[in-house]
């Protein structure tokens, strides 16, 4: 199962909004509403953001959103935050009951 | 509080054996499915291996299926994992981390390919 392709990096002003993409294949995002985002800052573990294309689990700000369109899922952080800056992965649900994850995007808020 | 603690990460040689454990608390471990996540260094993140509450079912990444077995010892609250023939591209840190569990108007989803809960990691090194 190979990872899901996402941008290396992107960045953005403090209270300006980003979108990071994630594209997958019809054996994984393309067929399943069962995409979620995690947020890993610098030397830590990752944190659920963004669980089944769009919740939110609890304590999650809104400024975080999640679609999917096709075999291609968004993350959008809207309201950007010098907090924010960290590293970001999509993850899906895949045929053979399985899960693969992104290839990782950097988040740099300037 | 929820924690999960990883062990037994270590420098081995190409070829050996390790075996990982995770203790879980502050919450019922028989209840969740449980994963293990890993992280090459400087590297992103690739799922390993899952587990339901009871000992099944179990699913592995190709890339250690056959080389790898996961475990649980619901009474210890402990997670396992034992790996074998191990490789130089087996290095990383391994997490272990709980699935996302979720009851609603009476009934109970097992959100197994979303970790809601992660432990800080172990790192295992194969090298000669």
């Given at each position: 199962q190979s990872a899901l392709t996402q941008p290396p990096s992107v960045s953005g002003s403090p209270g300006q909004s980003v979108t990071i993409s994630c594209t997958g294949t019809s054996s994984d995002i393309g067929s399943y509403n069962r995409v979620s985002w995690y947020q890993q800052p610098p030397g830590t573990a990752p944190k659920l953001m963004i669980?089944?294309?769009?919740?939110r689990p609890s304590g999650v700000p809104d400024r975080f959103s999640g679609s999917k369109s096709g075999n291609t899922a968004s993350l959008t952080i809207s309201g950007l935050q010098a907090e924010d800056e960290a590293?970001?992965?999509?993850?899906?649900y895949t045929t053979g009951s399985t899960?693969?994850?992104?290839?990782?995007?950097?988040v740099t808020v300037l | 509080q929820v924690q999960l603690v990883e062990s037994g990460g270590g420098l081995v040689k190409p070829g050996g054996s390790l075996r990982l454990s995770c203790a879980a608390s502050g919450f019922t471990f028989s209840d969740y499915y449980m994963s293990w996540i890993r992280q090459a260094p400087g590297k992103g993140l690739e799922w390993v291996s899952y587990i339901g509450g009871s000992g099944s079912p179990i699913q592995y990444a190709d890339s250690v299926k056959g080389r790898f077995t996961i475990s649980r010892d619901n009474a210890k609250n402990s997670l396992y994992l034992q790996m074998n023939s191990l490789r130089a591209e087996d290095t990383a840190v391994y997490y272990c981390a709980r699935a996302l569990r979720m009851t609603m108007f009476g009934v109970t989803y097992f959100y197994y390919y979303y970790m809601d809960v992660w432990g800080?990691?172990?790192?295992?090194t194969v090298s000669s």
């Open positions: 669980y089944e294309v769009s919740n590293d970001y992965y999509c993850s899906s899960c693969v994850f992104g290839s990782g995007t950097k | 800080k990691g172990t790192t295992v």
